[in-house]
């Protein structure tokens, strides 16, 4: 694959070896060379490419997603969503593969920095992997936790619709003490902790928006 090296400040200012390579370079003759890469797909599109990628190109797939709890107007509902929305990673040779790749339904384009291709590591995909549940589909189940001092929806009951602040909780009688503005005044009453979510409306909110963001090209 004629890889290039390129040595990188890492942390604490030390250089550190990144592996790239730039397509133009690669030679016909060169042995299969299995790696991870990082595909951009169109939006919500996920599960078409990765059924394409999968029975069609045999290619190996991951792509990671989270099961969480947001409040709706009736009620809780789960959500699924792919963790990384928009992206999931494949695993083929890119010298005979990134054509059937590249074109597959669903797939924009292989994450690129100018001409340069960056494989995934190894290390970064089997860490990604042992954070998945055995057995889950490649989901990820955010349980809501509710905490004293948390902001709470409450979602069930009579109080539907309302938001308040945890004081205390009972966990031997599975029911909480929350404040909320009730009828102009702040009253505490205890309410069922089935009936209550974070007021957090997905798992990644809080999460700084450029930290979210990717920065590649295609």
């Known amino acids: 694959m004629n890889p290039v090296i390129e040595l ?21 003759s060169s042995p299969p060379d299995m790696r991870w890469f990082c595909l951009r797909v169109a939006p919500k599109q996920e599960h078409i490419a990765v059924a394409h990628l999968r029975k069609v190109y045999h290619v190996a797939v991951f792509c990671p997603r989270l099961r969480f709890q947001k409040a ?103 029911r909480v003490a929350v404040l909320l503005e009730f009828l102009g005044r702040m009253s505490e009453t205890e309410i069922p902790i089935g009936n209550l979510l974070p007021a957090t409306r997905h798992p990644l909110e809080g999460v700084p928006h450029q930290a979210r963001q990717a920065h590649p090209k295609g």
Do not use: N
Request: hydrophobic share 40%; charged share 20%; net charge negative.
């Open 8 to 28: 990188m400040a890492g942390p604490g200012g030390l250089p550190e070896q990144v592996l790239h390579f730039e397509p133009a370079m690669l030679l016909e």
């Open 72 to 174: 709706t107007r009736t009620g809780r509902r789960w959500y699924v969503e792919a963790l990384f929305p928009s992206y999931l990673f494949g695993r083929f040779d890119y010298l005979t593969q990134h054509r059937a790749v590249q074109y597959c339904p669903g797939v924009s384009t292989i994450v690129h920095f100018g001409s340069k291709i960056i494989p995934v590591p190894d290390l970064a995909i089997g860490e990604l992997q042992a954070a998945v549940p055995e057995g889950s589909g490649e989901t990820i189940t955010i349980q809501p936790e509710v905490r004293t001092g948390q902001e709470v929806q409450v979602v069930e009951g009579a109080f539907a619709g309302l938001r308040a602040v945890v004081t205390r909780i009972m966990p031997a009688r599975q």
